[in-house]
């Protein structure tokens, strides 16, 4: 009878708020990084976007910043700026991106391969469909050592520095380089954001928008994917999770 009563217990269905509760409870992580990492962003590149839309010229800001940034310009620092701008270039980047595919391919790391993939092509796709669309003409302040000719709004080389570091920290958490990933990637984007400004070639908020939109898309993909729900990082030994289908990933399939 004990028994009888304890199953009665088990099986009585729960209201929408208890479960709603434990929904959260259990996945109050993934909504958090969701808010932060997918939601913030998106609205602060809406509110960029919007008002670029409207005015070609931008923010008040935009203008002060750059003068401030071009105040200390001198011959060695234009030369440094020049060679370090070209890091954050997608053509330099591209080959650090194959070489970590190449190792994800031959570790058989199917899960984080396939997003470090979708990611880098979706950022590119996306860099190139908003500068289309917006058609924001680059500053015109003064001459640059290194001056470029198509669209401005969002700033390529923002993305894809900060595209490169997102994927990098993914393929990374839960180990001990992650912090290092970060404290170092963080140098590596504020210095490609400073380069773009000191060219002249950006306008402060090509630079921020372009950070969003990238921070937007990596982290939403990796919630998509999951290449992080066991150790990602590609320094360990590989994960069972790399080459199996999530039980949900099944269902979905077998719906089809």
């Not at 009585?12 to 509760?21: D, E, L, R, T, V």
């Not at 008040?60 to 370090?84: C, R």
């Not at 490609?192 to 937007?216: E, K, Q």
Request: proline share 5%; charged share 15%; hydrophobic share 50%.
């Amino acid at each position: 009878m004990v028994k009888l009563e304890k199953q009665t217990l088990r099986s009585k269905p729960q209201s929408p708020i208890a479960f709603g509760q434990k929904l959260l409870i259990n996945h109050w992580r993934s909504l958090l990084l969701l808010f932060v990492g997918v939601y913030l962003p998106l609205q602060i590149f809406g509110l960029l976007a919007f008002k670029v839309e409207q005015n070609q010229g931008g923010f008040p800001w935009d203008l002060s910043i750059l003068v401030a940034i071009h105040s200390v310009a001198q011959l060695q620092l234009d030369e440094f700026a020049v060679l370090l701008t070209k890091m954050g270039s997608f053509w330099t980047v591209l080959p650090t991106l194959s070489v970590i595919a190449l190792i994800l391919l031959l570790q058989r790391r199917w899960r984080s391969l396939t997003y470090l993939l979708i990611t880098t092509a979706g950022s590119a796709t996306i860099k190139r469909t908003a500068k289309e669309f917006w058609h924001r003409v680059r500053p015109d302040m003064w001459t640059s050592a290194a001056p470029e000719f198509d669209y401005s709004f969002p700033s390529g080389h923002a993305m894809t520095s900060m595209t490169l570091i997102v994927i990098l920290v993914v393929l990374t958490w839960d180990s001990v380089w992650c912090w290092l990933t970060v404290m170092l990637g963080s140098v590596f984007i504020l210095a490609i954001g400073w380069t773009r400004l000191y060219l002249g070639v950006h306008f402060p908020s090509d630079i921020i928008a372009g950070w969003m939109v990238a921070i937007a898309w990596a982290i939403g993909v990796s919630l998509i994917i999951r290449p992080f729900s066991q150790s990602a990082n590609i320094i360990s030994e590989q994960p069972a999770s790399e080459t199996k289908l999530f039980p949900e990933e099944h269902q979905l399939i077998n719906e089809e």
